[in-house]
Nanobody, 124 residues
Framework: EVQLQASGGGVVQAGGSLRLSCAAS????????IGWFRQGPGRIREPVSC???????QISKFGQGRFTISLDNTKKTAYLQMDNLKPEDTARYYC??????????????????WGLGTQVTVSS
C-alpha cells in the first residue's frame, strides 16, 4: 500500500520561500509518479508539479520560475521548492502518487493515492 507523508508547510511572508517534502513508501517498482497538488480556500484541488521516478520527466502546471519539483529516488522523497511566494499561493498542499502512468496522465485531478497535506499560508 502506497503511503505518503507531506511536511514543510508553514506561514511565510510574501516573497519568502518554503520547501515541502513528501516521504513515500509502498511502491512496487520505480515506475511511479509523484506530485504536488494544492487546494486553496473555496477552490478545487489543482495540480502544481509532478515527476516520474524512472525517467525524471516532469510537468509544472504553473509557478514556472518559482516552484521546482525534485525527487530523491533513494529516499522515495519528493520535494517542492517554492520561492517568491505570493498570497495567492496560500493553500493546503497535497502530495499524490500512482504507479505505471505517464506523468502527463497523472498530473491532473484524479483518483490518486493522497497524503494528508500540509498547509502553506502566505501573508502580504
Amino acid at each position: 500500500e502506497v503511503q505518503l507523508q507531506a511536511s514543510g508547510g508553514g506561514v511565510v511572508q510574501a516573497g519568502g520561500s518554503l520547501r515541502l517534502s513528501c516521504a513515500a513508501s509502498g511502491f512496487t517498482s520505480d515506475e511511479y509518479v509523484i506530485g504536488w497538488f494544492r487546494q486553496g480556500p473555496g477552490r478545487i484541488r489543482e495540480p502544481v508539479s509532478c515527476i516520474k521516478a524512472s525517467d525524471g520527466s516532469q510537468i509544472s502546471k504553473f509557478g514556472q520560475g518559482r516552484f521546482t519539483i525534485s525527487l530523491d529516488n533513494t529516499k522515495k522523497t519528493a520535494y517542492l521548492q517554492m520561492d517568491n511566494l505570493k498570497p495567492e499561493d496560500t493553500a493546503r498542499y497535497y502530495c499524490a502518487a500512482d504507479e505505471d502512468l505517464p506523468v502527463t496522465i497523472f498530473c491532473r485531478p484524479g483518483s490518486w493515492r493522497w497524503g494528508l497535506g500540509t498547509q502553506v499560508t502566505v501573508s502580504s
